[in-house]
């Protein structure tokens, strides 16, 4: 029988937004942007959309080779291999039109409806998103708050893992707590992974912006079952060109490829051309002169609100405990936003609803200063 006007279950699982919804004065200030992760510098020079034209990129506003472009392939190979200390080659490297429409189409391709996925929690909202999207289930597990060892990071996962369980996801640096996944966790984890037969997701699109510590990467502790995400948005400014990449094997490849075609097909050809320009070179200063910038409000936000400095990626994740009320989280997202100040609320990470997330890039750092210290200020600290 027609189902119509019914909208499908996948697509009510899904929710519209990953920041909470609220009603302000559209009168007021523009809010400070604390919620969202993104950056107030503009992209260096040589890489923006006015750098580019017609005469030297004939074909610019085309459609590219659906894997994205040869030459950017080409030194995505070359980078990422070198930096992986993994040999890669361009047949391993596709081009999406942002690492989160990258992640979703590995998802069309490798899990199926019903099937689950291990989420190292708290996560990055949309891979949860993309799961329910494609008729999946995302399983949380508690791992990126506490400290442990690498073994009880095993245990977590493992008590977690079932016969529906095709996969397992987790981001370094972290989005949202700013830690570092250390090699001893990666190794056991990819290793456990391994010997259960599971792809693992290893979402590294903040790699640049490691403050303490080393990023170590998944794909070079197992090559043949990992897909590694990678973000031109986050490693070089570049958020609304939408434009990231993958490595997987090359049969991975293939197949996400194919999902994406049926998708947007490729990514924009100028943003790719941007991305090109910032590989070769010209985004080199601005990435060194970006990390000590994110580095330094990174931590002046964190001694305001008591925690440690991040290690990496732009984000604290806030035990808001303390400035509960009985309307819980959603009372003081409520009055923060009154207050001119949004965050992003724990439960879109997790099971955390008395957490909230921080984004300390955004917006310049003294407006950043300022929200925090209205944060500060409803935490009574």
């Excluded at 699109?205 to 973000?231: F, K, M, N, Q, W």
């Excluded at 010209?282 to 990435?287: H, L, M, N, R, T």
């Excluded at 003081?332 to 724990?346: M, S, T, Y």
Aim: net charge negative; charged share 20%; glycine share 8%.
């Amino acid at each position: 029988m027609p189902r119509f006007p019914e909208i499908t279950a996948a697509a009510r699982a899904v929710s519209g937004s990953v920041y909470s919804k609220l009603e302000r004065d559209p009168d007021a200030p523009p809010p400070v942007p604390l919620h969202v992760g993104d950056t107030w510098m503009e992209p260096a020079v040589g890489c923006r959309m006015q750098d580019l034209t017609v005469e030297a990129h004939p074909g610019m506003h085309r459609y590219s080779d659906v894997p994205g472009l040869p030459a950017l392939r080409q030194r995505i190979a070359e980078v990422h291999g070198a930096r992986a200390g993994y040999p890669t080659g361009p047949e391993q490297v596709l081009v999406t039109a942002g690492a989160t429409a990258g992640l979703a189409a590995t998802v069309g391709a490798l899990v199926a409806p019903g099937e689950e996925v291990l989420l190292a929690a708290p996560y990055w909202p949309l891979i949860a998103g993309s799961l329910r999207a494609f008729g999946a289930r995302p399983v949380d597990v508690d791992l990126m708050i506490d400290t442990m060892s690498a073994d009880e990071a095993v245990a977590r996962f493992e008590a977690a893992r079932s016969d529906r369980t095709v996969a397992v996801y987790w981001n370094t640096p972290h989005n949202p707590t700013g830690r570092l996944l250390p090699k001893s966790w990666l190794e056991a984890l990819s290793e456990w992974a391994r010997s259960h037969g599971l792809w693992i997701f290893s979402d590294e699109v903040y790699e640049d912006y490691v403050y303490e510590g080393e990023h170590h990467y998944t794909r070079a502790l197992a090559p043949e079952c990992t897909i590694s995400v990678h973000s031109f948005s986050k490693a070089y400014g570049m958020a609304g060109n939408r434009c990231g990449y993958l490595v997987a094997p090359e049969e991975v490849i293939g197949a996400v490829k194919r999902i994406m075609t049926n998708i947007n097909y490729s990514a924009c050809t100028a943003s790719q051309l941007a991305a090109l320009n910032a590989l070769d070179g010209a985004a080199d200063a601005w990435v060194r002169q970006a990390r000590e910038k994110y580095a330094e409000i990174g931590r002046r936000v964190a001694d305001r609100l008591g925690l440690d400095a991040p290690r990496g990626s732009t984000f604290l994740f806030v035990d808001v405990t303390e400035a509960l009320d009985e309307r819980g989280l959603s009372g003081l997202l409520a009055d923060l936003g009154q207050a001119g100040v949004l965050v992003a609320p724990g439960p879109s990470f997790g099971p955390y609803p008395n957490h909230v997330r921080v984004c300390f890039t955004a917006a310049e750092p003294a407006r950043t200063l300022q929200g925090v210290e209205i944060l500060a200020r409803h935490m009574k600290r």
